[in-house]
């Protein structure tokens, strides 16, 4: 069978087929793995807390995050159990909070709990006087590319074949398989599988799948100079914004990062700096931190989320696991928690082939 993509997903459900014998090739068009949506991720791993009960992003999520430790432990990828406060500083916002808090218990988010401005205090003093608070103990963050790389590696220890410099140009679906054709030549597959990230529906589209569309969302970073934050640190999501709001995640060195935030963009491959959102990051960070607390940022880089809601549509869009035709499978808009998700996902890639053998 053949992965189109050798991100985290991609290489989450090689090392998953492989581990059961099945030979499969993965299509890369880059250098190497995990050099799209992969390489410019937080490294967050989520809990399942925003997505409703019953979606594909809830149960994959809470499922992966225990597979994610386990692996992290058993292949010794960093990773660091941080803790994740997601904070209210209005009535209204501790309304909003609350509503978080229910919809993630529904869902199955493990060891929430609901805590006092108090033990805030006492957890990261830095923040200063909130209204309200949910911890939740599990969410931490990973190396994702230690991730990725040890992911690759368990693949081809069990066989896979990881090609990369091959970008996928088409797909031609016959009776017995399916021709996969590539900028370093063809190769015939009896499954094949679409993990393509942000490059995904024009892949869809080789089969004639034209059910959905990508719209790339840009978020920056910022790094972070002066407080000492130990713990993930998030806002109340506000109802209208296409991420999480602007947070403060600690990296495994040690340093502080602020963002992303989400902005819709017109191309997929739009990474220029842009400096213009200083004085907006400025301001998230101030209302995450303690008025008396000092701090400079200074400009990262961003990354770009391939969603499957546009900028005028409302409502949640799910990951989309669709076969189309019976031996393609689509992975589309794999986005946050997708790092989290990968190994469930990849549990459920297994579930199809079986199926399709």
Not at 318 to 330: E, S
């Amino acid at each position: 069978m053949a992965i189109v993509g050798a991100g985290v997903v991609g290489c989450a459900i090689a090392a998953r087929l492989a581990s059961h014998r099945r030979r499969c090739f993965v299509l890369e068009r880059e250098t190497h793995e995990g050099t799209g949506v992969t390489s410019r991720n937080s490294g967050v791993i989520h809990s399942g807390l925003y997505y409703p009960p019953a979606s594909v992003k809830a149960s994959t999520c809470i499922r992966g995050q225990e597979l994610l430790y386990a692996w992290c432990l058993q292949h010794g990828v960093a990773h660091r159990r941080t803790g994740k406060l997601i904070i209210a500083r209005s009535q209204a916002e501790e309304a909003a909070l609350a509503e978080l808090l229910a919809n993630a218990n529904q869902s199955g988010a493990r060891d929430l709990e609901w805590i006092s401005p108090a033990m805030v205090a006492r957890m990261q003093p830095e923040l200063g006087q909130v209204q309200a608070a949910i911890w939740s103990p599990n969410s931490g963050i990973v190396d994702v590319h230690g991730l990725t790389r040890s992911l690759r590696t368990r693949a081809e220890q069990n066989g896979a074949v990881v090609v990369c410099q091959a970008q996928v140009v088409g797909l031609e679906p016959r009776q017995d398989d399916v021709v996969v054709h590539t900028s370093r030549g063809s190769v015939a597959a009896a499954q094949v599988i679409n993990a393509a990230g942000l490059q995904a529906d024009d892949v869809a589209r080789m089969v004639n799948l034209h059910d959905y569309t990508i719209y790339p969302c840009r978020g920056d970073y910022y790094w972070c100079r002066g407080p000492t934050i130990e713990r993930l640190i998030y806002p109340v999501r506000a109802s209208n914004d296409p991420g999480l709001g602007i947070h403060l995640t600690p990296d495994l060195g040690g340093q502080l990062r602020v963002g992303p935030d989400a902005r819709y963009v017109d191309r997929k491959d739009d990474f220029r700096p842009m400096h213009d959102r200083q004085a907006a990051f400025e301001q998230a960070t101030r209302r995450l931190l303690g008025p008396q607390v000092q701090f400079s940022l200074h400009y990262e880089g961003c990354g770009i989320r391939p969603k499957l809601r546009g900028p005028q549509q409302s409502g949640f869009a799910d990951f989309v696991l669709r076969a189309f035709p019976d031996r393609v499978l689509h992975l589309l808009g794999i986005e946050s928690p997708g790092l989290t998700a990968a190994l469930a996902l990849a549990e459920r890639v297994e579930d199809w082939v079986r199926k399709t053998e």
